[in-house]
């Protein structure tokens, strides 16, 4: 119901602009085309396009039967917190004692990242600024490390732990040795963006790797946001971890007790069914095992279809380079094309992307990944 603005609370109320990624989904629904193609949500799917519900979730579902759905503690399921925490620091707990009292001023991500970064610290009053990261279909190496040395103790920097988002392009170890090496030496403060950890590689000891270095190797005091939407197939269920690494034992206690002020300020109560599922997941040797074979089952099709997509492109002899597909990791493909093209695709082949030219793997499969491809050869042939 709407009034004159003169007599309303809601006067000054302005149009925010939809967030881009869902009104992709919300157009992909509203097409009755067979032949369309989504790959715009970050959502894994199965050889029929289908949402896979993991095995290990199902074993694990079972399980849980009968829990009930009681008020957790303001800081969530132990059993979870402790079984996600052990996952990531590889089962080692060590209190770090080389940083002195700071506050966090600046906050350092990625260009380009993903869209909430900038939202999420902007919100909070925090100064953002931008780190280089993609140039010429890879890592831009010498330009993000030229801007992180500008970095002080007053600076965070957000990280992705693996599959960077949007642009599926990682460092090297050797890249992260050097990366690391400049936040000790600037005193910065580490945050990793965790979203991917397993489903990446297939191995979370492999895509866990860089945190475990700085926290147990360098030292350092870092905070790690982790996600099983991804790994676990738990997309609706917000299932997610903060963990940090602190100086000292007193310092957590201290740390705890205000994210457990600050839960309370925003959610008030965490959600109890995504994170039994996945303590369950996690705490039975027989479901974890299953889990692996989970993560490898998801990983294994994406590197598949990354090799088929630029096979196809080869075979049709599509202008440019497209070796940058196969080069990145992860779910999403940065595909480099241009917003016109991007227009095109979606308006006459049927395939819906993000704006930025990010693609899902996830969402190719044998049925449409040779129309994908003729699709896209065409577009770029025929639109600069």
Known sequence: MSTDSQSTFFGGAKLIT???????TKRYLADKDPKKVNLGQGAYRDENGAPWILPSVRAATESIAGCGHEYLPIEGLNTFREEAAKLVFGGTTAWKEDRAETGIKKVFITDPTWSNHDLLFASMGYEVNKIPYFKNGEFDHEGFVKVLKTADRQSAIVLHACAHNPTGCDPSREQWKEISAIIKETGAFPIFD???????SGSFDEDAWII?????DLGLEAAVCMSFAKSMGLYGERVGLVACVTKSPETARALFSLLQ????????????YGARIAAAV??????????AQDLITMSSRILTMRKKLYSE????ETPGDWSHIVK????????GISSTQIVELEVNHHVYMANTSRISLAGLNEGNVEYFAKALDQVVRTIQ
């Open 18 to 24: 939809p967030d881009p990624i869902f009104e992709v």
């Open 194 to 200: 965790s979203a991917y950890l397993g489903f990446n």
């Open 313 to 316: 492109l080869l075979r049709l």
């Open 212 to 216: 475990r270095y700085m926290v147990e």
């Open 328 to 335: 990145q990791n992860g779910m999403f493909g940065y595909t």
């Open 261 to 272: 002020n600050a839960q309370r300020a925003t959610v008030s109560n965490p959600p109890v």
């Open 282 to 291: 996690l705490g039975n040797p027989e479901i974890a095992k299953q889990w």
